[in-house]
């Protein structure tokens, strides 16, 4: 049972893995380019002017239909066409259900993974029994109407309720948290990251993005990353004489600081065990205070310093990524290493 168990949940993981990576590029661009016209428009500059509201529509663009991208890329991940899950989405968001009563992009994308993957099944099955003279259209023919009345009427309904439970859970956990809950989460996302279980979290953080504009637990990932850097910079003091550990630290330093935490984990902190447990010390601290300012990202897979441009407020962000830097170097700086701990 433990088995099953854990092979169901490496499928999941795998899944979303399969159904979000290819959409990071426009995720990471689209969440630059929307950050930084925000971050203009808090420092003065006036959001009604042309290129502004350019800027701002280009960037948000793929946030705006990433329902569409999230129900093509599941119906891909099963073997079905691609259009028929891109259509499946624009049925989510199509402006039109106002007109029978029905809530534009309920659902998000917990229910653009479901719909389709239900298209793609309906057509798959479809295919297999249809006549051969008409296979070309019976297959989207019947998949459109049967899996269009289930999106509408079962699945929106039903994912939008446990979208609305979970983030309104979350919000109540950083809520009433606060501090604690922040360096906890916080703490806890470099063995997430470890692990490929972070990937997990995308859909709540577009989630959380969609309804309330910005994602903590994006944030609190960041802080991990920051943790991480600290600690990786109070390496690179200790093993000073050591050439060989120096380059691997200096080889994924620049990375980590732009939010890409692997090759520090993997070829730094990790191996030397105890610096991995400092980064995530260092990690709670930053998340501490993330959690008691209560603010979040506006974009999914931007971090480091680079999401600077994309947090809801610019301040507290520097504050917290500086804090949880320090405070990673500062515990890392207190571990005792032989000299030659690293070749060993």
């Not at 948000?60 to 329902?67: G, L, P, V």
């Not at 637990?217 to 990786?232: C, E, F, W």
Request: include cysteine; proline fraction near 4%; hydrophobic fraction near 55%.
């Amino acid at each position: 049972m433990a088995k099953e168990t854990k092979n169901f949940g490496k499928t999941i993981l795998n899944a979303l893995n399969e159904i979000f990576t290819p959409i990071i590029p426009a995720l990471i661009g689209g969440g630059l380019v929307a950050g930084i016209g925000k971050m203009l428009q808090s420092f003065g500059v006036d959001a009604s002017l042309t290129w502004m509201k350019v800027l701002i529509l280009i960037g948000f663009s793929a946030y705006t239909y990433i329902i569409i991208l999230v129900a093509m890329n599941s119906a891909k991940y099963i073997g079905g066409s691609p259009a028929l899950g891109a259509v499946a989405g624009m049925i989510m968001i199509n402006p039109s259900l106002t007109d029978i009563g029905l809530t534009v992009g309920r659902g998000g994308v917990f229910g653009a993974v479901l719909a389709g993957l239900l298209i793609a099944v309906i057509e798959k099955k479809v295919k297999e029994i249809a006549p051969k003279a008409l296979k070309i259209h019976l297959p989207p023919f019947v998949a459109l109407i049967v899996a269009g009345v289930i999106i509408l009427y079962v699945l929106q309904p039903v994912t939008g309720w446990f979208s609305n439970i979970l983030t309104s859970f979350i919000l109540w956990m950083l809520d009433k948290g606060g501090a604690v809950a922040g360096s906890v989460i916080a703490a806890l996302y470099l063995p997430l990251v470890m692990t490929g279980m972070h990937h997990g979290l995308t859909p709540i953080h577009l989630q959380l993005i969609e309804e309330v504009g910005y994602s903590t637990l994006q944030t609190l990932n960041s802080m991990a990353g920051a943790g991480q850097v600290g600690a990786a910079l109070a390496l690179l003091l200790k093993f000073r004489n050591d050439e060989n550990f120096k380059n691997i630290i200096k080889g994924a330093l620049p990375v980590g600081i732009l939010g890409i935490g692997e090759p520090l984990i993997y070829g730094v902190t990790l191996p030397l065990f105890k610096p991995f447990i400092t980064a995530c010390l260092g990690a709670a601290v930053g998340g501490a205070i993330v959690g008691f300012l209560g603010f979040g990202a506006r974009a999914v897979y931007v971090s480091g310093i680079l999401a600077i441009a994309t947090n809801s407020n610019v301040l507290y962000y520097i504050i917290s990524y500086s804090a949880a830097v320090l405070a990673g170097f500062v515990f890392t700086s207190l571990l005792k290493f032989p000299e030659k701990k690293a070749e060993e």
